[in-house]
């Protein structure tokens, strides 16, 4: 589960930007395209914060959406699986959005 | 009281939120306590929240792993090393195609290999045998390689300048999906045996790789595999991938991948 392997990134990141801040609150960004899955990353948040400077905080998800543009026609879409096809058949898209996985902020006390 | 949503703290955590809040843009988050409580009010995508201080980082959470490998990357470009990711699902045949491949091609590339494996050095042994010079990570409970496992590994490998350096990535079709290493490309295996499904049931695996392999093509007159709509998923999925069948037992197809590897090997400086 590569899960706790972000969650674990999140701390590091944090703690490092943040030396030694009490975090109450962590807000990431969580793309449909990403390949994380969010409940997995709630499920491993506390094991992954405990005994850290996020011990505690709570977690907020943002899911943004995924959106392409497809190559052959020009279009842009919302694709509704992780296999990405323009509505004419084309595969050749460009993702414009849904790869996110990004802190966005925290919140210290 | 969370200062940033208003939820009242409590020993009973909830993990599956209670609202989900829907933006503008299509995009929503969730949330623990109900849209009345305290503290808790939404303009456009802004928060307003009582105490605290938000610190916007705005920093992708794999951002230093990237960084590693494109330190990884620009290392092995310096030294004209062609460095591969290989993955698949455990028991699609990567160290048995790589024996093969060391076997057929030693007297055209210096090969060296880090593989990647939960526990054991079985692998290591195998493609020591089969001439290679060879760095084992053993990643415990880990079910990919990252970054850094690479970096440490190529430093005890010391791959010499013009060389091939094949990671053989830990059997799975998820995780190591999300972790770039450094290497020039990536190959996937897919063996016949698990079935012509799994690009579309794995299609985060599949979209990045480069090559995909269809392996074990010699068992094919024993399964109902589909070879035909395995390669169409594929060219939904990756359509810039190149698809390969290759059988490192039989030796059907592998010229072709030889041929691959011969077009993208760096001239050494």
């Known amino acids: 589960m590569h ?24 807000h990431l960004e969580i793309g449909a395209l990403s390949g994380v899955v969010p409940d997995s990353i709630r499920f491993c948040f506390d094991l992954a914060t405990e005994g850290t400077g996020l011990a505690g905080a709570r977690l907020e998800i943002t899911e943004p959406p995924a959106r392409c543009r497809c190559r052959a026609c020009d279009a842009e879409f919302q694709p509704d699986s992780p296999v990405v096809l323009c509505p ?5 898209v460009a993702v414009l959005a849904g790869e996110e996985l990004k802190i966005v902020s925290v919140q210290v006390a | 009281m969370c200062a940033t949503c208003g939820c009242a703290d409590g020993p009973a955590r909830l993990p599956i939120p209670l609202h989900r809040h829907q933006h503008d843009d299509g995009s929503w988050h969730e949330h623990a306590a109900a849209h009345d409580a305290p503290g808790h009010e939404h303009a456009g995508g802004q928060h307003e929240h009582a105490g605290g201080q938000t610190v916007t980082l705005e920093e992708r959470v794999l951002a230093r792993n990237d960084a590693l490998a494109r330190q990884n990357r620009d290392w092995l470009r310096a030294r004209g090393i062609l460095a591969l990711n290989l993955m698949s699902s455990p028991g699609a045949g990567k160290t048995t195609l790589l024996e093969r491949t060391a076997r057929d091609l030693a007297g055209e590339f210096v090969i060296g290999v880090v593989e990647g494996d939960q526990e054991t050095t079985l692998d290591a042994d ?10 084992q990570v053993n990643t415990g409970t880990g079910c990919h390689l990252d970054a850094v496992m690479v970096r440490d590994a190529l430093t005890a490998l010391e791959p010499p300048d013009g060389s091939l350096v094949v990671i053989e990535n830990v059997g799975n079709l998820v995780c190591p999906a999300l ?10 295996l ?3 045996t698990e079935g012509a ?5 794995y299609p985060h695996m599949f979209r990045s790789a480069g090559l995909v392999l269809v392996s074990k093509t010699d068992l094919l007159p024993y399964l109902d595999f589909d070879l035909d709509r395995c390669t169409a998923d594929l060219g939904k999925i990756s359509p810039a991938a190149t698809v390969l069948p290759v059988s490192a037992r039989a030796g059907d197809g ?5 041929d691959w590897l011969r077009q993208r090997n760096p001239a050494p400086r």
């Open chain 2, 126 to 135: 195998r493609m020591r045998a089969a001439g290679c010079r060879v760095v």
């Open chain 1, 3 to 26: 899960e706790l392997a972000i969650a674990e990134n999140v701390v590091e990141t944090v703690t490092e930007r943040l030396p030694g801040a009490t975090v109450t609150c962590v």
């Open chain 2, 254 to 258: 592998i010229d072709t991948w030889y």
């Open chain 2, 197 to 201: 499904d799994k690009p579309v049931k």
């Open chain 2, 179 to 188: 972790f770039d290493l450094g290497e020039a490309h990536r190959v996937v």
């Open chain 1, 88 to 92: 004419c058949g084309s595969p050749d």
């Open chain 2, 190 to 192: 897919a063996s016949v």
